[in-house]
């Protein structure tokens, strides 16, 4: 059973096109985190949003999580090739519980 | 160090064997978790540390998993009977609480053969 669900799985468009990736659940959690990975290494954290609403930036990047806490997305305006790579959400259930459930990944690839 | 480091990067062993996984955290990190992730998914997790203890052992599959961290830095992953389905990368990540976001290391690739 997959509890956070990330769309699409793969997407590949081009340079300086705009594009949402989403991470869904049905379960509710305490933080969502955002990180990015290359080939060979470990994730990279991007970010940790814990207010239900909350909106963050990041330079190009845009992240919310959603109000009753269960969905975020990350958006990323005029995609560069450099934007290339693995997206995963991650959610801590039970605050404090030092336990994350990652998402299966989305694979985005930004073409020249 | 700078960063999270494991030992080896990659590791081929044949089905049957013991192999250990070693993971040095950022210096003062207290917290110190493994994760495996299997082609094409997300991070599961395995255990977690605080201090020289596991506070949380849920994610091992089964009892040929065990973890140890005896002086609260290094950790050690003890894997036994290794079988072809443990192949996967094995990552170690460090925080310090609270946890607002793990640093990863690189990971190992074990290949099971």
């Known amino acids: 059973t997959q509890l956070l669900k990330q769309s699409p799985q793969f997407l590949s468009i081009q340079e300086g096109e705009n594009l949402t990736v989403y991470c869904n659940s049905s379960?509710?959690?305490?933080?969502l985190q955002w990180y990015r990975q290359e080939p060979g290494e470990g994730p990279v954290l991007l970010v940790t949003?814990?207010?239900?609403?909350e909106v963050k930036k990041l330079k190009r990047l845009t992240f919310q999580f959603g109000d009753a806490r269960k969905d975020s997305s990350l958006h990323i305006t005029a995609a560069q090739p450099g934007d290339t790579g693995l997206y995963l959400c991650?959610?801590?259930?039970?605050?404090?519980?030092?336990?994350?459930?990652f998402g299966q990944g989305t694979r985005l690839t930004i073409n020249p | 160090g700078a960063g999270v480091s494991q030992t080896p990067s990659n590791k081929v062993t044949e089905k049957g064997k013991y192999v250990e996984l070693r993971c040095d955290p950022i210096?003062?990190?207290?917290?110190l978790y493994w994760y495996r992730q299997s082609l094409g998914q997300g991070p599961e997790f395995l255990i977690y540390?605080?201090?020289?203890?596991?506070?949380?052992d849920s994610g091992l599959p089964n009892d040929r998993f065990f973890a140890v961290r005896p002086e609260g830095s290094v950790s050690t992953l003890k894997i036994q009977r290794t079988e072809r389905g443990d192949s996967a990368v094995y990552l170690c990540?460090?925080?310090?609480?609270?946890?607002?976001?793990?640093?990863f290391g690189s990971g190992t690739r074990l290949t099971v053969v």
């Open positions: 990540a460090s925080s310090s609480l609270p946890n607002y976001g793990y640093t």
């Open positions: 379960s509710v959690f305490s933080s």
């Open positions: 949003v814990v207010t239900g609403g």
């Open positions: 991650a959610g801590e259930i039970i605050q404090g519980a030092q336990k994350l459930v």
């Open positions: 210096s003062g990190h207290t917290a």
């Open positions: 540390f605080q201090g020289t203890g596991a506070a949380d």
